[in-house]
């Protein structure tokens, strides 16, 4: 790589891995922040760690930590794995002692005290530690302004940022709090009998820290905290007591005195801790926010028990504190398309903004949109034929084919919950059902995280013991987000409607009407960009590699027209041709069987090599470099 000595821990690398590492090493090299699209199963976190640990060897005092934020535990834990073998690698290559540092913050019970991680190269935990202030103030304040932070999977970032700065409160949460209050009267009024010298104490800290807060901020020692910002800061240091004050240090307070009051199990104070949060935002903010009281909570729309929602508009507000204090931030996924809207929502202007396509030396993902069932009956899960019969029948039709046609597994997913019911309460009713489980076991995703558990377990082992099965999931579910198909595990997914998010939501009307006022974002533009992102986030799960192969189908005529289908990501909507739109049920059959065949074919490593699997010695030739000048699409 020009000017850069990378190490990569495989003995071959893909051409959009060597493309994508390119674009990096341009942003880095900028100082600036990047938007990169890359597609699934193409290896981006090697590409990631190989490109950044090369560059902070090679330059030690312009990057002096990596900070790499991810979503779940076993993606964290997937990261981990592969820059262990990276660090191995390196010492295997260079025959020296590996001085690199590297911790990862999953959970409490696997924390490390050591002081030595306080020097830690490279830090990799979740999104919330950084983007959550309450979580961030306390873990992430310290980082050098000079590391570079990595958002893997980032294509929902927005919504991170908005819940991590928002406060739902009912009526039990009140309730606990006045039992937290009067836990902790009669706490102090004990320690006062017996040692009064420390809540003194306590308030000669508070006061100091603030200020010692205030000059660590000033001389970039601290990461400014969106919950608290300098000027409001700059205010308290004199009188920060007054009452015009207090509510924006109401959790600063808090924290200190069950510190003091020497409270280990700070689990027991969730809901006091929930107010003084909602206290400091609500007296902090006047832009940005909305608060809006609903008679009842979502998962019980039967039952009064009101809520009073203090929502986050505007996601930039959770984020400016890292683009303002890092160098470099990259925001990276499969599914950024279009990728303009991400520098918009999170007001920031990036230097790099790019996205890859994947070179395959066999075509082994095959797109399909079924707009009409063998009656010509249009499919679509809008919601005035939601209640549709023939509708619903054709989408019955459409699993049921599939499931004669696809081996192994079959991954199902819905716009909603509700939406799943009562399609499937009407498979049942017409025997759909019965016959589909005469080809496949049906396993089903529920809002109980246990039970889903179980279901993929199980549909895993039908998948494994040649019984196969389908999967039925629903768009932004667990399944949508964390979980990947390998292989046999995910042949065909199939995406029934568009998943539009609900929109009678009072908080989401709200945040369009922001969004179009202070970003000029049409509503119907982000609902569509919403929807595809999640939807192509869904038929993603079926393709984890370059030898994995599966179908996508997408079972909405809508998907058909140029404006929803241009907002796929770019490697999947390559393989959208038009013979593949607004198929009937018949013709997604016979395409299905003929790519299923070919697929069926014999595939060796040597087949790829020099197209879409490259050895040293052939990415080194003047072609190749061409080639891979092509691959990335600059925005």
Same mark, same amino acid.
């Given at each position: 790589?020009?000017?850069?000595?990378?190490?990569?821990?495989?003995?071959?690398?893909?051409?959009?891995?060597?493309?994508?590492?390119?674009?990096?090493?341009?942003?880095?090299?900028?100082?600036?922040?990047?938007?990169?699209?890359?597609?699934?199963?193409?290896?981006?976190?090697?590409?990631?760690?190989?490109?950044?640990?090369?560059?902070?060897?090679?330059?030690?005092?312009?990057?002096?930590?990596?900070?790499?934020?991810?979503?779940?535990?076993?993606?964290?834990?997937?990261?981990?794995?592969?820059?262990?073998?990276?660090?191995?690698?390196?010492?295997?290559?260079?025959?020296?002692?590996?001085?690199?540092?590297?911790?990862?913050?999953?959970?409490?019970?696997?924390?490390?005290?050591?002081?030595?991680?306080?020097?830690?190269?490279?830090?990799?935990?979740?999104?919330?530690?950084? $983007?959550?202030?309450? /979580?961030? #103030?306390? !873990? @992430?304040? +310290?980082?050098?302004? *000079?590391?570079?932070?990595?958002?893997?999977?980032?294509?929902?970032?927005?919504?991170?940022?908005?819940?991590?700065?928002?406060?739902?409160?009912?009526?039990?949460?009140?309730?606990?709090?006045?039992?937290?209050?009067?836990?902790?009267?009669?706490?102090?009024?004990?320690?006062?009998?017996?040692?009064?010298?420390?809540?003194?104490?306590?308030?000669?800290?508070?006061?100091?820290?603030?200020?010692?807060?205030?000059?660590?901020?000033?001389?970039?020692?601290?990461?400014?905290?969106?919950?608290?910002?300098?000027?409001? $800061?700059?205010?308290? /240091?004199? #009188?920060? !007591? @007054?009452? +015009?004050?207090?509510? *924006?240090?109401?959790?600063?307070?808090?924290?200190?005195?069950?510190?003091?009051?020497?409270?280990?199990?700070?689990?027991?104070?969730?809901?006091?801790?929930?107010?003084?949060?909602?206290?400091?935002?609500?007296?902090?903010?006047?832009?940005?926010?909305?608060?809006?009281?609903?008679?009842?909570?979502?998962?019980?729309?039967?039952?009064?028990?009101?809520?009073?929602?203090?929502?986050?508009?505007?996601?930039?507000?959770?984020?400016?504190?890292?683009?303002?204090?890092?160098?470099?931030?990259?925001?990276?996924?499969?599914?950024?398309?279009?990728?303009?809207?991400?520098?918009?929502?999170?007001?920031?202007?990036?230097?790099?903004?790019?996205?890859?396509?994947?070179?395959?030396?066999?075509?082994?993902?095959?797109?399909?949109?079924?707009?009409?069932?063998?009656?010509?009956?249009?499919?679509?899960?809008?919601?005035?034929?939601?209640?549709?019969?023939?509708?619903?029948?054709?989408?019955?039709?459409?699993?049921?084919?599939?499931?004669?046609?696809?081996?192994?597994?079959?991954?199902?997913?819905?716009?909603?919950?509700?939406?799943?019911?009562?399609?499937?309460?009407?498979?049942?009713?017409?025997?759909?059902?019965?016959?589909?489980?005469?080809?496949?076991?049906?396993?089903?995703?529920?809002?109980?995280?246990?039970?889903?558990?179980?279901?993929?377990?199980?549909?895993?082992?039908?998948?494994?013991?040649?019984?196969?099965?389908?999967?039925?999931?629903?768009?932004?579910?667990?399944?949508?987000?964390?979980?990947?198909?390998?292989?046999?595990?995910?042949?065909?997914?199939?995406?029934?409607?568009?998943?539009?998010?609900?929109?009678?939501?009072?908080?989401?009307?709200?945040?369009?009407?922001?969004?179009?006022?202070?970003?000029?974002?049409?509503?119907?533009?982000?609902?569509?960009?919403?929807?595809?992102?999640?939807?192509?986030?869904?038929?993603?799960?079926?393709?984890?590699?370059?030898?994995?192969?599966?179908?996508?189908?997408?079972?909405?005529?809508?998907?058909?027209?140029?404006?929803?289908?241009?907002?796929?990501?770019?490697?999947?909507?390559?393989?959208?041709?038009?013979?593949?739109?607004?198929?009937?049920?018949?013709?997604?059959?016979?395409?299905?069987?003929?790519?299923?065949?070919?697929?069926?074919?014999?595939?060796?490593?040597?087949?790829?090599?020099?197209?879409?699997?490259?050895?040293?010695?052939?990415?080194?030739?003047?072609?190749?470099?061409?080639?891979?000048?092509?691959?990335?699409?600059?925005?």
């Amino acid at each position: 790589m020009v000017r850069l000595l990378v190490y990569f821990p495989y003995d071959y690398i893909y051409p959009e891995q060597y493309s994508y590492m390119l674009e990096l090493k341009r942003t880095l090299d900028a100082k600036g922040h990047g938007v990169l699209e890359m597609p699934s199963g193409t290896g981006k976190t090697i590409s990631l760690l190989s490109l950044i640990v090369a560059y902070q060897r090679e330059y030690p005092l312009e990057v002096t930590k990596l900070i790499y934020c991810s979503r779940t535990v076993p993606e964290i834990e997937k990261v981990v794995e592969e820059l262990r073998k990276l660090i191995e690698f390196y010492s295997k290559e260079t025959g020296e002692k590996n001085n690199f540092l590297a911790l990862a913050l999953s959970s409490r019970k696997n924390l490390c005290v050591h002081p030595e991680i306080l020097h830690a190269n490279i830090i990799v935990y979740s999104y919330h530690y950084l $983007l959550d202030p309450k /979580i961030a #103030d306390l !873990v @992430s304040k +310290e980082l050098s302004k *000079k590391s570079v932070v990595v958002f893997d999977e980032a294509h929902n970032i927005d919504n991170v940022c908005i819940d991590s700065m928002s406060v739902n409160i009912t009526r039990r949460t009140l309730d606990r709090s006045q039992a937290n209050v009067e836990t902790l009267q009669n706490t102090i009024l004990k320690i006062k009998e017996t040692d009064s010298a420390k809540l003194k104490e306590e308030y000669r800290r508070l006061v100091e820290g603030l200020k010692e807060a205030n000059v660590a901020r000033e001389t970039d020692i601290y990461m400014s905290n969106p919950v608290l910002p300098d000027e409001i $800061l700059q205010d308290c /240091i004199v #009188d920060y !007591v @007054s009452w +015009e004050h207090q509510n *924006k240090f109401c959790a600063e307070r808090l924290r200190s005195l069950l510190r003091t009051l020497e409270i280990a199990d700070i689990a027991d104070f969730s809901a006091i801790t929930l107010i003084s949060n909602f206290a400091t935002l609500v007296s902090t903010y006047s832009k940005g926010f909305t608060i809006i009281i609903e008679p009842f909570e979502d998962r019980t729309p039967t039952i009064a028990n009101p809520v009073l929602h203090f929502s986050c508009m505007d996601p930039s507000i959770a984020i400016k504190p890292v683009f303002e204090r890092f160098q470099s931030v990259i925001i990276t996924s499969g599914t950024l398309s279009p990728l303009d809207i991400y520098p918009r929502i999170l007001d920031f202007r990036p230097v790099t903004t790019a996205s890859f396509t994947m070179t395959l030396a066999r075509t082994c993902l095959c797109p399909l949109v079924v707009g009409r069932g063998n009656d010509q009956v249009a499919m679509t899960s809008k919601f005035e034929t939601r209640e549709d019969f023939a509708v619903i029948r054709n989408y019955g039709n459409l699993l049921l084919e599939m499931s004669a046609i696809v081996p192994d597994g079959i991954v199902a997913f819905f716009t909603s919950y509700t939406y799943m019911e009562n399609i499937v309460a009407s498979w049942y009713e017409q025997g759909i059902l019965e016959n589909v489980q005469r080809n496949k076991l049906i396993f089903i995703e529920t809002p109980d995280a246990a039970e889903t558990s179980m279901a993929l377990e199980k549909y895993q082992e039908a998948c494994e013991n040649g019984r196969g099965a389908i999967l039925l999931s629903v768009a932004r579910g667990k399944v949508s987000e964390g979980i990947d198909f390998v292989h046999h595990f995910g042949r065909a997914v199939i995406m029934f409607g568009v998943p539009y998010v609900y929109t009678q939501s009072r908080i989401l009307k709200a945040r369009l009407e922001y969004l179009r006022d202070q970003f000029q974002i049409r509503e119907n533009d982000f609902l569509t960009f919403d929807a595809m992102r999640h939807a192509a986030q869904c038929v993603g799960r079926a393709i984890r590699g370059k030898t994995d192969y599966g179908l996508m189908i997408f079972a909405d005529k809508r998907y058909a027209r140029a404006d929803k289908r241009g907002k796929l990501p770019r490697w999947i909507q390559e393989h959208l041709t038009d013979s593949s739109l607004n198929l009937t049920i018949d013709e997604t059959v016979q395409l299905s069987k003929h790519f299923l065949r070919q697929m069926a074919q014999p595939f060796k490593q040597e087949d790829q090599l020099g197209l879409s699997l490259l050895t040293l010695e052939q990415l080194q030739s003047e072609d190749m470099l061409q080639k891979i000048a092509q691959i990335a699409h600059q925005a």
